[in-house]
């Protein structure tokens, strides 16, 4: 008669003892819990990673002409992204953090590949995201004309939130059709910066130029 509960023989964590919570060895519960069994694979394809990656891609190319396994396959990917998707996303940001290069690189060699479904994806994302879309497009604007600064859309819906969508220099409400205006201009020695830059109306925006602040507030008032 198997014991209704049972200690685990690599941690000593005490579970029932059921399929649920130990391993399994030929359809009955081994004394090795879950977790344990979990780390041990693991640590296992991390010391045999390119056999791993071999076996995987010649299991592919054998039976990827099988629909009913392809689709198995994908649903369990699926469904394994939807239950870590905040430690897959994790994973990622360190990753780019750590692999800015590469990611740059691989970036651009998909969008190359994947033209048209890129550009269904940037077209998708403005249609959900038009305020963010309008201020990655001014901020690019600005990086176009000064290389040197950091500006970027984040940093541009952040001043529209901290203005109330109202012009710096007149405070009437802006809209959709606000500029980025360079408190120092850039033709001054100003920079591309968060700290120099405001939200303005066009008339504003046009008619500063490329005068000094205190001249243009001189000729407003």
Excluded at 101 to 113: G, L, M, S
Aim: glycine share 4%.
């Amino acid at each position: 008669m198997e014991p209704l509960t049972a200690s685990c023989v690599r941690c000593g964590q005490e579970y029932p003892f059921t399929r649920e919570f130990f391993a399994v060895n030929k359809g009955k519960p081994i004394r090795r819990c879950r977790v344990c069994d979990r780390k041990r694979v693991l640590a296992w394809r991390d010391d045999h990673r390119e056999e791993c990656r071999a076996a995987d891609r010649a299991r592919w190319r054998e039976k990827k002409s099988d629909d009913e396994w392809r689709e198995k396959r994908y649903e369990r990917r699926r469904q394994y992204h939807t239950d870590h998707r905040d430690e897959l996303l994790e994973k990622n940001r360190q990753w780019r953090a750590e692999n800015p290069e590469r990611h740059r690189e691989n970036a651009r060699r998909w969008a190359t590949e994947n033209r048209a479904r890129c550009a269904a994806n940037n077209r998708a994302w403005r249609a959900r995201n038009p305020q963010l879309a309008r201020a990655h497009s001014k901020a690019q604007h600005a990086r176009s004309r000064d290389r040197s600064g950091v500006l970027s859309s984040g940093d541009v819906a952040a001043q529209f939130a901290r203005q109330h969508g109202r012009c710096f220099w007149c405070g009437e409400k802006v809209g959709e059709t606000y500029h980025i205006d360079h408190v120092i201009p850039l033709a001054k020695g100003g920079k591309n910066l968060p700290d120099n830059v405001v939200i303005a109306c066009a008339t504003c925006n046009l008619s500063k130029g490329a005068k000094h602040p205190m001249d243009f507030a001189g000729v407003m008032y």
